[in-house]
């Protein structure tokens, strides 16, 4: 590319999957945004692209002169998006929502930088979404989990590639996806660039 390509994201699982892909990249401080979705959407594909297509071009705007990679995740389960919780109470009660059912993991990813005329701004977007089972859990390892704090900064409050990975029962997708970066669909974007 004829631009470094920086990352948008503090998440140490995005880093490790570019970096585990062959993918380089630079790290820069990025603006935090409004990550509340726009009125009206409502299927959870356009939601993450949108909310990945904000903080890409966000960047951008900070960081002229590079591509830009943000990408968002977010955890729907019959229609309701379920974010990162606020609290131990609000994980509790996440977890206990997805035990024993089925519901969505959804991923945008977005680059955004340089267009083709001065101050214009090139974006692509792509998003893909992964079904993850869970079997039932119990309220003591619900507690168990949360009392070791790594579900407060993960959508749904969980990270499969974590300790939730034992309440995991299916996964029908690309499990990239639900750890926050689906790296197939990075390399199209990057390639289409």
């Known amino acids: 590319m004829p631009w470094p390509l920086v990352l948008a994201s503090r998440s140490p699982r995005r880093r490790a999957l570019l970096s585990d892909a062959g993918i380089h990249y ?5 603006p ?8 009206g ?3 959870p594909l356009d939601i993450v692209r949108e909310l990945a297509e904000r903080k890409a071009r966000a960047a951008a705007l900070k960081t002229p002169h590079v591509v830009v990679l943000a990408a968002d995740t977010l955890v729907f389960l019959e229609g309701e998006m379920l974010g990162k919780p606020e609290d131990g109470k609000e994980a509790r009660n996440m977890l206990r929502a997805l035990s024993g059912r089925t519901h969505e993991v959804a991923t945008g990813v977005a680059l955004a930088g ?4 001065d101050g214009e701004t090139r974006v692509l977007t792509g998003a893909e979404s992964t079904r993850v089972t869970f079997r039932d859990l119990t309220d003591d390892e619900i507690a168990a989990y949360v009392a070791g704090g790594e ?3 993960k959508a749904g409050a969980y990270a499969i590639q974590g300790g939730a990975r034992r309440f995991v029962r299916a996964v029908d997708g690309e ?11 990075v390399q199209r974007l990057l390639a289409d660039w």
């Open 26 to 30: 630079e790290l820069h401080d990025y």
């Open 32 to 39: 935090e945004i409004d990550e509340t979705p726009r009125a």
């Open 41 to 43: 959407l409502t299927e």
């Open 114 to 117: 340089p267009g083709t005329r």
């Open 151 to 153: 579900p407060l900064d």
């Open 175 to 185: 499990e990239d996806t639900v750890i926050g970066l689906p790296v197939h669909l």
